[in-house]
């Protein structure tokens, strides 16, 4: 069987405890819904970080203080902050990256949002992208548009990204890619030339959630998402009780398909990160 890695985005930048009084907001609340969804099958956790009244933060401090309690809490769980730009400075997006998580995101232009443009200037994503490498930080490249996918080959081109980077595409963000099975077909057909050894997942956003991850794993992505920053309900009727509970459904998908759940040697192993005994 197949082994599939469930990433989990705890936070984000967007949901409020009064959308869903589940969504973590301080770093004690972060390391407790983080440990419950290790513990439900997740081996890669997504860590946006908030202020005490939940907007979105670039602390260093917040991200430390996070990022020590999963690796205490949570033996060998890939760790990947996020460099978005939701609500953060643009020259603070990457304070936090001299932590040297596993991973980061790493967003290679620039897109419609509902209510802002989320700007990734060349000159922003070639630092970040500088960053990452000199520490030794694996990027997630953020997919929301095809030509992202060639921003992503131009790093690569620079010497700024390798030829084995994890991909995500995200589907479902409105002004942007819709969740329609045919352009992930594009995109997957697109990613796999520029990168021919690279590995994937896909988020949906919202509602879409489930449907995407259904579509990533008929195609045989290398892992999947789930999580409070991208969908809040289990239905439309009920709100989800936890990251653990969404984290449950990835797990019955992920069976449905006759795949298994990654364990976090194997998710360590298959994103090119450091193995479990050097973390």
């Known amino acids: 069987m197949k082994p599939v890695i469930i990433a989990v985005a705890i936070t984000g930048s967007v949901p409020r405890t009064k959308d869903n009084p589940a969504v973590p907001i ?17 081996t ?42 939701r609500g953060r400075d643009p020259s603070q997006r990457s304070s936090a990256l001299a932590l040297r998580p596993d991973m980061a995101s790493l967003s290679t232009g620039s897109v419609n949002f509902p209510s802002i443009v989320y700007e990734n200037h060349t000159v922003l994503v070639e630092e970040m992208a500088g960053k990452m490498k000199e520490f030794g930080i694996r990027p997630e490249i953020e997919i929301f548009d095809l030509s992202h996918l060639h921003g992503a080959r131009r790093l690569a081109d620079k010497g700024l990204l390798d030829e084995q980077p994890h991909i995500q595409f995200v589907m479902g963000v409105q002004n942007a890619l819709p969740a ?63 990251n653990a509970e969404l984290v449950e459904h990835a797990v019955l998908a992920i069976e449905r398909r006759g795949h298994r759940i990654a364990t976090p040697e194997e998710a360590r192993a298959l994103l090119s990160c450091r193995p479990v005994s050097a973390v």
């Open 44 to 85: 890669l956790v997504h860590i946006h970080v908030r202020n005490d009244d939940e907007t979105p933060s670039s602390d260093p401090e917040r991200f430390a203080a996070v990022q020590a309690g999963i690796v205490r809490h949570c033996p060998g769980m890939i760790i990947q902050f996020s460099t978005g730009g």
């Open 26 to 42: 301080t770093p004690a609340e972060q390391i407790v819904s983080t440990r419950q969804a290790y513990e439900a099958g997740a």
């Open 180 to 242: 329609e099975e045919r352009l992930l077909d594009i995109l997957l057909k697109e990613a796999k030339h520029l990168f021919p050894n690279c590995t994937w997942t896909v988020a949906g956003i919202g509602r879409h959630q489930a449907k995407v991850m259904d579509w990533a794993l008929v195609r045989g992505a290398d892992a999947v998402r789930t999580g409070l920053e991208d969908n809040i309900r289990i239905t439309r009727e009920r709100l989800a009780s936890s």
